[in-house]
């Protein structure tokens, strides 16, 4: 398994492009199973859980074309399979998405339950709540769910217990081709579905509201072709704002939206960043200054996401203080913890709450990613540690960022990949 190395201590310098964001590129290439007519789909990030969802979708019957330009043409006009293996769904929860889409085109889909993972126990309840109230019947046999609507979906008013992304994003694409019209109540109101909602009224669909918590679909009859772009990563965007300003340094960030970022980039100011924007670049400056320890909770947006929730930890490790970091989203997502521990940070965990004491540096260590975000902020503490950092298990790394060596490479950062 690939491993990543760091010599920590270097000032982070320079520009970086941001790429597509996984969390939209995910929902919108299912939401592709939908489409009667070709669609393009640009500003795709290159990724392990892109390609697995291509994989899945691919297996379905759906054909791609790449091109050099992170581009790709999608036909989903000829699907012959509505199911969504477990060898698949094992290796990336995100493949529930592809339930709504199936069931409102075809009336059938049979996708393996995803189990738990890492940072929690991650139900999908309310996913199948929602479908059964379009109309679907729900079995689950054999560790796999399978939905079925003969006669159709029927439009209805949806009020989610719990904010859910995915949940959001599954039901409001069952609800597209479904008779009538729904209203789903306490939705997401997280830009990824935003970008989602925006891409499948470029295919025809009636969707309002999304960026707000009620969505309002219109069911339509099909959905035909388009064109749409990605928009940029507000994570892998941030996860970089932490890299320059752990290090102290400047950076200038491209081809990022930085109206989806506004509780990042009010954390950051409160570490003492000097942050400037225009519409779709981010500068941050440290002037060669310690950051400042930073207090949170992270909460559904526009809250601060709990995607930057470790990131942020990394960067209360080195700061001037003592943070307090609060996680109400997922019950156990401080696995990052244990392994900065073992670089000398100083951090009590009291239920749900982190407290960090700052320190000058950290020292170098072996350590292990153990999920996608957790490893993306080992990756921070190595880059301010003294010595070297191994870090294990970064296929982890690998299905949400696009080749991070080498974008940390070129901002400075002495880390480079070793292939086993
Ligand atoms: C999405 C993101 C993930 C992010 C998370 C929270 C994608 C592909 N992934 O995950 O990166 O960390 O949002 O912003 O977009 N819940 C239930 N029942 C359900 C569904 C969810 O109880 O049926 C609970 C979850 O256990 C969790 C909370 O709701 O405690 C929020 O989870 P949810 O928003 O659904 O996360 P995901 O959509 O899986």
């Given at each position: 398994m690939d491993k990543l190395i760091l010599q920590g201590g270097h000032v982070l310098q320079g520009e970086v492009r941001i790429s597509g964001a996984k969390n939209a590129a995910l929902p919108i290439l299912a939401g592709s199973l939908l489409a009667t007519a070709p669609v393009k789909i640009t500003n795709m990030p290159h990724l392990r859980d892109i390609t697995t969802m291509m994989e899945l979708t691919g297996g379905m019957g759906v054909r791609f074309v790449l091109d050099d330009q992170m581009g790709v043409e999608v036909y989903a006009?000829?699907?012959?399979r509505f199911e969504a293996p477990y060898e698949l769904v094992k290796t990336m929860r995100a493949s529930i998405l592809v339930l709504g889409p199936l069931l409102t085109r075809f009336g059938s889909a049979r996708v393996s339950f995803p189990g738990g993972c890492a940072i929690g126990a991650r139900p999908v309840d309310l996913h199948l709540k929602g479908m059964e109230k379009l109309g679907a019947k729900i079995n689950i046999d054999n560790g796999y769910i399978h939905a079925t609507a003969p006669n159709g979906l029927h439009g209805c008013d949806i009020s989610f217990d719990t904010v859910t992304v995915t949940g959001t994003e599954n039901l409001m694409m069952a609800a597209v081709l479904a008779k009538g019209v729904t209203t789903l109540h306490h939705a997401a109101r997280e830009p990824e579905v935003v970008d989602l909602a925006n891409y499948l009224n470029t295919l025809g669909a009636k969707i309002s509201g999304a960026g707000t918590d009620t969505i309002v679909i219109d069911g339509v009859k099909e959905l035909g072709g388009g064109q749409y772009a990605v928009m940029p990563d507000r994570i892998e965007a941030g996860t970089f704002l932490v890299a320059a300003a752990i290090t102290r340094g400047k950076i200038k960030l491209k081809q990022v939206a930085p109206t989806t970022m506004l509780q990042i980039i009010h954390k950051l100011t409160e570490a003492g960043a000097d942050i400037q924007m225009d519409d779709n670049t981010i500068s941050l400056d440290m002037h060669g200054k310690r950051p400042k320890a930073v207090r949170l909770s992270t909460a559904p947006y526009p809250g601060f996401p709990t995607d930057m929730q470790a990131q942020m930890i990394a960067l209360n490790t080195v700061a001037e203080g003592v943070g307090h970091i609060v996680e109400t989203i997922f019950e156990n997502r401080f696995l990052h913890v244990q392994e900065m521990q073992r670089m000398g940070a100083q951090i009590v965990l009291e239920g749900n709450t982190a407290i960090i004491t700052g320190k000058e540096r950290l020292t170098g260590a072996p350590v292990m990613a153990t999920d996608l975000r957790a490893s993306a902020s080992l990756v921070l503490a190595g880059l301010v540690a003294e010595g070297e950092t191994t870090i294990e298990r970064i296929y982890h790394i690998d299905r949400g960022y696009e080749v991070i060596e080498e974008k940390l490479s070129q901002l400075g950062a002495k880390i480079y990949r070793e292939h086993s």
């Open positions: 006009e000829d699907i012959q």
